[in-house]
């Protein structure tokens, strides 16, 4: 008994004495990593502030050491702390945003403070396992130390690498029509939307594969016949789209006098317009009960009951949100703000996401109503992303624009006054007078001029 007990005494006393000497080898070992880190040369590549760029090449992260990095300067430093204090402001973990702090750390090591640092940089260095570069790019724009990389759209990379796999004769033309579209031409004109741009070329490349295949190898070659042959056997919205991406392609070419004449420019498309349809009437039975976050079931009753559209949500801000009078400012690009009264399962369910968005994100500045928790916490302030309201209800089956096509039949169903659409929706007069022969056809002769 006594011998079991002291080999237990000793056991104990052993394990004891071990741990407290690898406590020992771990604060020598990091009191030597700091030492040797106070005692390393400050990096000699450091960018100078004004100094100008001779010819651009991106810099290779692949073969960074971080066991061995340069010391910081005294500016550096003060910015690396002034990061943390702004996680820490934020309200975020300092050791969850070690990837973060990780990343800033590495580029002021090589590249110095003095400089703005590129978001070029940031972004090829995020690559790396263990890195994270989203928070370190939103710092760096709030404190104007990060020079913007015009080529970082995800879309416009897109749109250049379609370009770049076509058809050698049509590589120039296709990046040309880019810079068109994005306004960087000879001629300054309106940009698209990058989402725009990278569609028109996705539906256009196809096309001139199939051309290049039957043996047409310059764009001043293509007759109207040649478009006319490649639409007749598309239809639908299909078909719309990519006449309207090849009557882009030939104009810009025609605007920078790459061909002589436009060969879509007469090029007429006949397509169907579809009667809005309503919905079943077992197909919103119950769906309020079925969404989960307050949020969803704000962004379905706006669509259901106000026939909002996936746009006018997005584009909601707090400042559009009277709760005192009941009421919600839709903005709309050069039209008349709409004014909508709230009933009162939207005002309740306004008030509750406006109580949630408080309690989860209560430092956030974003000013749109809707948000989603990476647009929160993001100091850009974005919108929230399209998907993000079509998800859930793509989950039920439904889609937004359906949605709204059955709540407008249905007003006008009971109320066939297109006046009255007009001020309940803010509709147009042309979609007003079509939701109303929708809903009675049997009052109204079909009109023989009507598209």
């Not at 073969?63 to 430093?77: G, Q, S």
């Not at 975020?92 to 590495?106: A, E, F, P, Y």
């Not at 989603?372 to 079509?390: C, G, L, S, Y």
Request: hydrophobic share 40%; charged share 25%.
């Amino acid at each position: 008994m006594s011998c079991r007990g002291s080999c237990r005494r000793g056991s104990w006393t052993s394990t004891l004495g071990g741990l407290y000497g690898y406590r020992r080898l771990q604060i020598k070992r990091r009191a030597g990593v700091r030492a040797s880190r106070a005692a390393r040369p400050v990096s000699v590549h450091l960018a100078l502030a004004g100094q100008l760029e001779l010819f651009h090449l991106p810099r290779d992260w692949s073969r960074l050491d971080v066991r061995h990095l340069p010391a910081l300067t005294p500016a550096a430093r003060n910015l690396l702390s002034g990061f943390v204090a702004h996680i820490r402001s934020r309200g975020w973990s300092v050791d969850r945003m070690s990837s973060s702090i990780r990343t800033l750390r590495v580029l002021l090591a090589y590249l110095g403070a003095d400089a703005p640092l590129l978001e070029e940089d940031v972004r090829l260095l995020a690559r790396r396992d263990h890195f994270d570069g989203a928070r370190v790019m939103n710092f760096l724009r709030l404190t104007g130390r990060l020079t913007p990389d015009q080529r970082s759209n995800p879309h416009l990379r897109r749109a250049r690498r379609v370009a770049d796999t076509a058809p050698d004769p049509f590589r120039g033309p296709l990046h040309r029509w880019i810079d068109v579209l994005c306004g960087q031409s000879a001629r300054p004109s309106r940009a698209l939307a990058p989402t725009t741009v990278s569609a028109y070329l996705r539906r256009a490349a196809p096309v001139l594969n199939t051309w290049y295949e039957h043996g047409i190898s310059d764009l001043r070659a293509v007759t109207p016949a040649h478009i006319e042959q490649v639409l007749e056997p598309v239809q639908g919205e299909a078909a719309k789209g990519l006449a309207t991406s090849l009557r882009s392609l030939f104009r810009a070419l025609k605007r920078e006098r790459l061909i002589f004449r436009d060969p879509a420019r007469h090029v007429c498309l006949t397509t169907a317009r579809p009667l809005p349809r309503p919905l079943p009437d077992d197909r919103l039975h119950g769906t309020l009960s079925r969404i989960p976050r307050v949020r969803d079931q704000l962004s379905f009753v706006l669509t259901a009951v106000h026939a909002l559209t996936n746009h006018d949500q997005r584009h909601l801000r707090l400042d559009d949100v009277n709760l005192s009078r009941g009421t919600l400012r839709v903005r709309r690009a050069s039209k008349p703000d709409h004014t909508v009264y709230l009933d009162e399962l939207t005002f309740r369910l306004t008030r509750s996401w406006m109580t949630e968005r408080h309690r989860r994100w209560p430092t956030t500045a974003n000013p749109y109503l809707l948000v989603t928790a990476r647009t929160a916490v993001d100091d850009t302030h974005p919108m929230v992303n399209a998907e993000a309201i079509n998800k859930q209800l793509r989950r039920l089956g439904l889609q937004i624009g359906r949605l709204r096509m059955d709540r407008i039949l249905d007003e006008a169903r009971h109320k066939p006054d297109p006046v009255h659409l007009i001020r309940l929706f803010s509709l147009s007069a042309l979609t007003a007078m079509r939701y109303v022969r929708a809903a009675h056809p049997d009052r109204y002769r079909p009109d023989p001029l009507a598209p």
